[in-house]
């Protein structure tokens, strides 16, 4: 059974930074790929960022500049960092694991309000 576990999420005021992570029963290294996606009130799920096995990256525009995405593959954990955090980025954050299948974590509330 595949778990992704997330952490770090909270209140923070525009303009702010917070970092979410998310922690995995698999090698990372052996995953193809790892992300995050955000779900706001009444919108669809999007994409925030991609990292691949190799350590490739790939941010979304709506967070390009802004978010970056690491990893500890001792820890097989990913992180999201967030900076210059605008209200509109306040969301529930999945952790997103694709190995032989879709896998999600339960997600952690991100809010941005002052």
């Known amino acids: 059974q595949v778990q992704l576990v997330e952490s770090g999420g909270g209140l923070v005021q525009p303009g702010g930074s917070l970092n979410v992570s998310c922690t995995t029963s698999?090698?990372?290294?052996?995953?193809?790929?790892m992300g995050w996606y955000r779900q706001a009130p009444g919108k669809q799920r999007e994409l925030v960022g991609i990292i691949t096995s190799g350590g490739t990256i790939n941010i979304a525009d709506i967070a390009k500049d802004r978010f970056t995405i690491a990893r500890d593959t001792a820890k097989n954990t990913i992180y999201l960092r967030m900076n210059n955090l605008k209200p509109e980025d306040t969301a529930v954050y999945f952790c997103?694991?694709?190995?032989?299948?879709?896998?999600w974590g339960q997600g952690t509330q991100v809010t941005v309000s002052s």
């Open positions: 698999m090698n990372i290294l052996n995953v193809w790929r």
């Open positions: 997103y694991a694709f190995d032989r299948g879709d896998h």
